[in-house]
């Protein structure tokens, strides 16, 4: 039927309003999606398969688009060093080394992790030997309730492989991003800058 005129008697703001509301909803039905012509493939809502390297290892495993890697290691794989506090990217007590860089782990999706190198807190151990680092938080106290820990161990080795002998400022600025609430700060700087922190040989 014929849309009627804004002089035609009859006209109304909702006549108008319906044929443009339907024009709109045509144009969105008909313009492809963004990447449809490069050949995007898109996945989910459901799981989709993916594998993660960890810690040198290799694991398959099935996950929603939407779960973050913090999710699938701690709820599908059982890796449970690193730790969820605040769950949007502030606190650091989910940082892991990726591609050898640190990232809140809680603001990353598992599905972007593939292909991609990841280390935990839990390969710093040899056995019952502990990292030096972690040696280095024991014997200067750097920790108290021991959720932000794994966090600031996992930031304070990967600023050490990077530069063996920073300078306070420096490992002020590479541990900005994790939060201690139990204030522990004095004693974690103390603990990146003992030099035994740094493996060496």
């Given amino acids: 039927m014929a849309s009627k005129r804004k002089d035609e008697p009859g006209f109304s703001r909702r006549t108008f309003l319906k044929t443009v509301g339907a024009g709109g909803v045509a144009a969105g039905v008909l313009t ?9 493939r898109e996945v989910g809502p459901a799981a989709v398969p993916i594998q993660l390297t960890i810690n040198g290892r290799a694991h398959k495993l099935e996950v929603e688009p939407r779960v973050t890697l913090l999710d699938a290691l701690r709820t599908r794989l059982d890796i449970t060093g690193v730790k969820r506090v605040c769950d949007r990217g502030a606190c650091g007590a989910c940082t892991m080394i990726m591609d050898g860089k640190t990232v809140y782990a809680c603001s990353v999706l598992a599905i972007e992790a593939q292909g991609k190198a990841i280390r935990t807190v839990e390969s710093f151990t040899q056995g019952t030997v502990l990292h030096p680092v972690q040696q280095a938080f024991c014997d200067h106290d750097g920790l108290m309730c021991g959720f932000c820990t794994p966090g600031f161990v996992v930031s304070a080795v990967a600023l050490l ?32 800058l003992d030099p035994k922190a740094v493996r060496r040989g």
């Fill in 161 to 192: 492989e990077r530069n063996p002998k920073p300078t306070p400022e420096q490992a002020r600025k590479a541990l900005d991003g994790n939060i201690c609430r139990c204030g522990t700060y004095t004693r974690v700087l103390e603990a990146v």
């Fill in 32 to 40: 492809p999606a963004p990447g449809a012509a490069q050949g995007v």
